[in-house]
């Protein structure tokens, strides 16, 4: 049978050249047989408006063209179901990507993964009706994103540098109240990250080695320690050297409550809400379509 892909695109993505990436994927994916329909959003609400439309349509894939923000939004509409999500990413960040082994960089060897059809199912992360695929942020680093949000300048990478800067000048440990797999614990804590998938932020390792398929979410703690040290350590979670420093604690969980005053959770870097939350592993939640193994 003849397969029906759905390609659901930014129009913002790929540093202007989205519209010239988009007719790129589209050929490689028609030449392979495939009947590919455009789904362009006018915002993240109407983008997962026409992902669930596709879905319920009977599509074979659905396949996002942009960064995490897109894999949120399509991931929203797939949870749970059959239909494969497919990834050709063109964001800043590209974690989903990254974990799963997607070639970023090069839109079309990552078409020719969704032409190869190699499907894996993964584990999601649920918050209430909020499904994630990366990491659940709810300290330190929420807060970045949070102050990085409300600035309307610089743009990129430097925004987060000054954001996290003007953070830490002021953060002091969260007084955190956790409920993991029915264990109440109090901690104190710089953050606590939540993930599925080992990185955010554009690489930032904070849960290295963490496995998205392995029917449970990986609970990290930064326990606290003074801001210079916290200065210090933090810049070295790209190379996951976080991993070996005393305040570092992973607790692998099927689910976890989390409270404590004062913190916005975000995930998949959209901003979620403020904490109490509940958060649960899905597993086998997603089909994501990834690169046969060598």
């Not at 049978?1 to 010239?20: F, K, S, V, Y």
């Not at 990366?134 to 949070?146: M, P, R, S």
């Amino acid at each position: 049978m003849t397969r029906q892909i759905a390609l659901l695109a930014n129009p913002t993505a790929g540093r202007g050249n989205a519209d010239q990436i988009l007719d790129a994927v589209t050929a490689r994916l028609a030449a392979s047989g495939a009947v590919v329909e455009h789904l362009i959003g006018d915002d993240a609400d109407h983008a997962l408006e026409l992902a669930r439309k596709a879905a319920a349509e009977g599509v074979d894939t659905v396949v996002t063209l942009g960064g995490d923000g897109m894999v949120h939004v399509a991931v929203q509409a797939l949870a749970g179901t059959e239909v494969d999500l497919g990834v050709v990413p063109l964001g800043t960040g590209n974690d989903f990507a990254r974990a799963l082994g997607i070639p970023a960089g090069d839109p079309l060897a990552a078409a020719d993964v969704v032409v190869r059809h190699h499907s894996r199912r993964i584990d999601l992360g649920r918050s209430g009706d909020t499904w994630f695929a990366t990491v659940l942020a709810a300290g330190f680093d929420a807060a970045v994103n949070e102050r990085a949000n409300a600035m309307r300048w610089p743009h990129g990478d430097l925004r987060y540098t000054l954001a996290a800067l003007a953070v830490i000048r002021s953060w002091t440990p969260v007084p955190y109240r956790l409920e993991i797999d029915g264990v109440v614990r109090e901690q104190e804590a710089m953050l606590l990250a939540i993930a599925n998938t080992e990185s955010y932020g554009g690489g930032l390792r904070i849960a290295a080695e963490c496995d998205p398929a392995d029917g449970l979410l990986d609970a990290i703690l930064i326990k606290p320690v003074s801001r210079l040290e916290f200065l210090r350590v933090f810049p070295g979670v790209r190379q996951a050297k976080h991993l070996t420093h005393p305040a570092f604690e992973r607790i692998r969980a099927r689910r976890i409550n989390a409270s404590a005053p004062g913190v916005i959770a975000y995930s998949d870097g959209e901003r979620l809400g403020p904490l109490p939350l509940e958060v649960e592993c899905v597993p086998s939640a997603l089909g994501v379509l990834v690169p046969p193994p060598t």
